[in-house]
């Protein structure tokens, strides 16, 4: 084998040289200019350009050597009417030589000969390299095929660079869709260490993502069922599955319980060992406690249906028999037993009417002038008449302001007030109904002298459903809507309803609508 030349020596070190850069460098101006300029001492001539083809198919020079940068867009005239690569034997761009010298005679440049190459790369034209020449004869074979080793570096690093911006468009797309999911995202290297913790998760944990990146997951999240075991260090999840896994548990954060749905994908390499695991993190609040609250109602609905059908029927029964015969007193009594018990039932499918209604943005109201104190006394009339254990007083001022509301509505929230308030005085006392005015509001009040409410339940009190945990007796049996409902018509009126209460001194309630 014949030593290489000289030539063939400098010609290998150029193509090293530009191999290095482009390994080591991501600058693909750089790495194109460095190209063109080997390219050109190569072969002798005087300067060059690389164009690259554009989205729209065009061509546009992105690498020159001895060309000022002011007078590239005069080369234009070379960039256009190049073929696409079908034919690599007889691939030529038409009448080079020609456009050159059109070029050259108007920028006043001695270029006479132009030799130009594909640059392909998987079967696609990228671009073309062109060389300059002033002097010397026409270009070789030889260096031709010089040239076309430096076509070749250069559609590698074009193709190289492109897919660097690809993955590079395609990280920051998904970085952007992890960080602005509205759930919580985290991925986690194989040790269950957090690498990314998204904007939701460090909302929902109250970690900052800088912090939470590179610790365990465990100490992060501390995620606990629902008796308050610790799943994460005792019973990891990840560690009971090597396949995708939903689990679901509570994260505590500043005194509050927030229950999450997660769910694991591991993903692993090509030899199946781990490599990450993506972590999907939903606050499912508000879905359990709809679940629960659901089953609550059913609890209760069916315990309060069931009683007064109960009564009913059971009274029924016993005066339809026929080996009997009651005196008048115990047919009166027993005749108000199922009335009462009637009247109980038809309020509760009301309140369940009213709350459906609620729900669906249905409950329509009648608005009309009205007198609230006058409202008041006819409901505290109608309840003197069946507590005989309860004192009742009416306190309004004389000259107590109209309110603009629905009667029909209003005396439903004084009827609702009025039935805890015997409810919950089981051991009789004096309910009192008042009211005052200022020059915005008119406030009306019912108070008792009961058990009173404790502070921490006193503004779930008014939640669908929800019945205080300290003042749960057979005596004190509902449905949980009623306040609810005063709450919602209330707020309908454009006012406000809430309770002053101490535990065993009674309970005041207290609501104010706007001055008609």
């Not at 912090?211 to 019973?235: H, M, W």
């Amino acid at each position: 084998m014949q030593a290489m030349t000289d030539y063939q020596l400098r010609q290998r070190e150029y193509l090293l040289e530009i191999s290095r850069a482009m390994t080591s460098s991501l600058n693909l101006p750089s790495v194109l200019r460095m190209i063109i300029q080997y390219a050109v001492e190569m072969l002798q001539g005087q300067a060059g350009l690389i164009a690259l083809r554009q989205e729209d198919g065009s061509f546009r020079v992105q690498a020159s050597y001895g060309l000022r940068s002011g007078i590239l867009p005069f080369f234009a005239p070379l960039l256009t009417d190049i073929p696409p690569w079908t034919d690599p034997i007889g691939w030529m761009i038409p009448d080079l030589e020609m456009r050159l010298s059109m070029v050259a005679a108007t920028l006043g440049l001695g270029l006479r000969q132009v030799v130009a190459l594909p640059m392909v790369m998987q079967g696609e034209l990228i671009g073309v390299i062109y060389v300059f020449r002033s002097r010397g004869g026409a270009f070789s074979a030889n260096d031709r095929q010089v040239l076309a080793s430096f076509a070749d570096q250069a559609a590698i690093a074009v193709h190289n660079a492109r897919l660097y911006q690809q993955v590079m468009k395609e990280k920051r797309l998904l970085s952007a869709i992890i960080e602005n999911s509205a759930d919580g995202i985290m991925i986690l290297d194989r040790h269950c260490r957090i690498q990314v913790f998204n904007r939701a998760l460090v909302k929902l944990t109250g970690w900052p993502a800088e912090e939470a990146i590179g610790q365990p997951c465990y100490r992060v999240l501390a995620l606990r069922d629902r008796q308050g075991k610790d799943l994460c260090r005792t019973q990891c999840p990840l560690m009971r599955s090597g396949g995708r896994l939903y689990v679901e548990g509570d994260i505590h954060r500043d005194d509050r319980t927030i229950t999450v749905g997660i769910t694991y994908s591991p993903l692993y390499d090509d030899g199946g060992r781990l490599v990450s695991i993506i972590a999907n993190v939903r606050d499912i609040t508000a879905f359990r406690e709809a679940e629960e609250m659901k089953s609550t109602f059913i609890s209760i609905i069916s315990h309060e249906l069931k009683s007064p059908v109960a009564l009913i029927k059971g009274y029924a029964d016993t005066l339809r028999r026929e080996d009997a015969h009651w005196d008048e007193k115990t047919l009166r009594e027993s005749l108000d037993v199922i009335v009462e018990e009637s009247d109980r039932l038809n309020q509760l499918i009301d309140n369940l009417l009213d709350a459906s209604r609620l729900q669906a943005g249905a409950l329509k109201l009648e608005f009309s002038y009205l007198r609230i104190d006058e409202l008041a006394e006819k409901e505290v009339e109608k309840f003197r008449t069946q507590s005989k254990e309860h004192l009742f007083a009416v306190d309004f001022p004389a000259d107590l302001p109209l309110v603009r509301g629905d009667s029909e509505r209003l005396r439903q929230v004084l009827d609702n007030l009025l039935s805890n308030a015997i409810k919950y005085s089981p051991q009789g006392g004096l309910i009192k109904v008042g009211g005052w005015a200022d020059d915005d509001w008119v406030y009306v009040y019912v108070s008792d002298e009961g058990i009173g409410i404790p502070k921490e339940e006193q503004e779930r009190i008014f939640e669908r459903f929800y019945r205080a945990e300290s003042a749960l007796t057979p005596r004190t049996r509902g449905a949980g809507l009623g306040l609810y409902l005063c709450k919602a018509v209330v707020e309908a009126h454009g006012g406000k309803i809430w309770v002053e209460s101490e535990p065993g001194k009674g309970a005041k309630f207290i609501f104010k609508l706007p001055r008609a």
